[in-house]
């Protein structure tokens, strides 16, 4: 009965993530009595905080900037000393369970705080009334949207690397909306005592007996809140320690299952382990790590390797990656999630100036700012993902693996030299056929048929040659993306295609003028 559950956990969460079951192997079940531990510290910082006030009552004081700088002077003094104002708290931390106090520390803690209203200087322009576009960081340019800044550029850069901001159109700076041009502001200062803490929950197996061929486990924090709330943890001490440190333990006595597996796919064995009589995980298998590997491979190698250019493999691993639900699942959500990071990283404060040393090119600059929303956005993805997968990969797999999506995603655009060169040969084949047919043929037909082979070659060329019409198609019929042209360079192909229909027309009324003329 104890190996049919734990397996039947574990068989649960590999179906979970789509795994066959077929393909895997499972040993005995091993048990032993352990002791879990949670230790939980909590510490203070000072907190300060602004917020803008858009409109006041008139019961409400507003003071001068000079009387709020003494105000933050005299409550940070203030807080430093009144230990008074933690004691009560933390003395209350004692009556609550390990469950309440895992609860507590996930959320926002702040004791004691004062307020105070003051117009101000607004405290993203200084007073200038202008800021830094948000959007190049204040260098009026941004990184090639169709190249990403890679070496030689394209025709749409004019091979240096980077386009004008849309935003600012090259001017640099913006009107500040925090303070709506004005240069002042009200402010709303809030300080007060923020409460934070860190937390860890550790095995130790308590028969001896089971020393040697019992593993020891390392708790997932993805596991923590399940284990707080289903097991009961009785508090074993609570003190102060350095820099008034409150620490705090709890423990209980349980029962540890540990079940080995073999994945056919993966070449070494994997364990999962459980507690208590409801099988409650202690820590996931990360199958996913393995499972996940050679994808992650091809999407850095479509990227930024050798593959960015090959539009075909990148409509291969499009479909693929389409037809895997979690990762679909994220690319629904990812132009929400990508302008909810742009959004973000605008309403920052601070020059991108101040962590970009000096000696850097602006390609250079340009490209760690893309670099960074990158960052972000995969760290956002990667939050999603661990949660759509039960936690069934790493967190820092996770996070690889989704950089290299926001990677790939984001090299969509690229075009390789030899997509030119392919436009610039047809275009040209096309106009010398033109001229061709049109001077030595007066036939109305030889008059239609140019244009219309034009259109033809330029819908094949797009689609069977270039891909660019055959990727635009795959991501539309996938319904991940609503405003494709975000992510595809369609406007290349529509651009050159209009290039040589409008040739085509103009070599005909030339040739047209020209045989009219002489003859």
């Keep these: 009965m104890r190996s049919q559950s734990i397996n ?14 077929d393909e895997v192997n499972f040993y005995a079940p091993l048990r032993a009595d352990v002791r879990l531990v949670f230790k939980i510290n909590w510490f203070f910082e000072i907190e300060e905080k602004d917020r803008v006030v858009a409109a006041t009552t008139s019961k409400e004081t507003v003071e001068n900037e000079e009387t709020l700088s003494n105000f933050v002077q005299e409550q940070r003094k203030d807080l430093k000393k009144s230990r008074e104002l933690r004691r009560p708290f933390l003395d209350g931390l004692e009556k609550r369970s390990a469950r309440e106090l895992f609860l507590l520390a996930n959320r926002v803690n702040r004791i004691s705080p004062r307020h105070m209203m003051a117009e101000c200087l607004c405290p993203d322009c200084k007073g200038r009334k202008k800021i830094q576009c948000p959007n190049c960081s204040g260098y009026g340019v941004i990184l090639c949207p169709s190249c990403q800044g890679q070496e030689g ?3 749409f850069c004019q091979r240096n690397g980077y386009v004008e ?11 500040c909306t925090t303070c709506n041009a004005q240069g002042r502001a009200i402010i709303n200062k809030r300080i007060c005592l923020l409460a934070k803490s860190t937390s860890l929950l550790e095995v130790e197996i308590s028969n001896s007996d089971a020393l040697a ?5 390392v708790v997932d924090y993805a596991c923590y809140e399940e284990l707080l709330s289903s097991l009961f943890f009785g508090l074993k001490s609570s003190e102060y320690g350095e820099n008034d440190v409150y620490k705090l333990t709890y423990a209980v006595k349980t029962s540890c299952n540990a079940l080995r597996f073999d994945v056919r796919s993966i070449p070494q064995t994997m364990c999962f382990f459980a507690v208590d009589s409801k099988f409650i995980p202690l820590c996931y298998p990360h199958v996913l790590d393995y499972t996940y590997e050679l994808l992650k491979i091809r999407l850095q190698e479509c990227g930024v390797g050798s593959l960015s250019s090959d539009v075909k493999a990148k409509i291969e691993l499009f479909s693929e990656i ?7 699942s994220l690319l629904k959500g990812y132009e929400s999630d ?10 920052e404060k601070g020059n991108s100036d101040n962590f970009i040393p000096k000696a850097y090119s602006l390609k250079d600059r340009l490209a760690n700012i893309v670099a960074s929303r990158k960052d972000s956005l995969a760290r956002l993805l990667s939050r999603k993902l661990l949660s759509h997968t039960n936690n069934m990969m790493t967190e820092e797999f996770g996070q690889e693996f989704c950089y290299n999506l926001v990677n790939f995603i984001s090299n969509l655009k690229y075009r390789g030299v030899a997509t030119r060169r392919i436009w610039d040969y047809l275009t040209l084949f096309i106009w010398g056929m033109t001229f061709f047919l049109n001077f030595f043929s007066h036939n109305l ?8 082979i034009s259109i033809m070659l330029s819908i094949f060329t797009s689609y069977y040659i270039t891909r660019n019409l055959k990727l635009y198609e795959v991501v539309m019929f996938s319904r991940t993306f609503t405003k494709i042209s975000k992510f595809l360079d369609t406007k290349y192909d529509m651009l050159r ?8 027309l103009f070599i005909e009324t030339l040739v047209y003028v020209l045989t009219q003329k002489y003859y």
Excluded: A, E, W
Aim: glycine content about 4%.
């Design 8 to 21: 039947g956990k574990l068989q649960h969460l590999l179906r979970s993530i789509k795994l066959n079951l």
């Design 153 to 155: 550029g394209c025709s």
């Design 165 to 175: 901001c849309p935003t600012c159109r090259q001017s640099k700076l913006v009107p």
């Design 213 to 217: 061929s019992f593993p020891v486990p």
């Design 322 to 328: 389409v037809n895997k639900p979690f990762l679909c």
């Design 338 to 347: 990508y302008d909810r990071v742009y959004r973000h990283q605008k309403s």
């Design 445 to 452: 037909l030889m008059f239609f048929l140019p244009p219309l």
């Design 497 to 504: 295609s209009s290039v040589m229909f409008f040739g085509v």
